[in-house]
């Protein structure tokens, strides 16, 4: 199951039963989620600024 078919089975699950532990687990998984798109972001920021240095530095080599 992916993260966020498991968020949506427990804000269905929250609506049926207000329990803290669901809503504590809920919480954490929509975090986990932010910082899972964070992440790639930021990879993907990295693999383009090693592009644009590995340019650079081929360039240097020419000159």
């Known amino acids: 199951m992916r993260l ?3 968020i949506n089975v427990l804000l269905v699950k929250m609506k049926i039963s207000h329990k803290q532990i669901e809503r504590q687990l809920l919480q ?3 975090e986990l989620r932010t910082l899972r798109g964070h992440v790639r972001e930021l ?3 990295n693999r383009r600024l090693k592009k ?3 340019k650079v530095v081929r360039q240097s080599e020419k000159n």
């Open 4 to 6: 966020d078919d498991y």
């Open 52 to 54: 644009d240095y590995e």
């Open 28 to 30: 954490w998984l929509l």
């Open 43 to 45: 990879e993907l920021e």
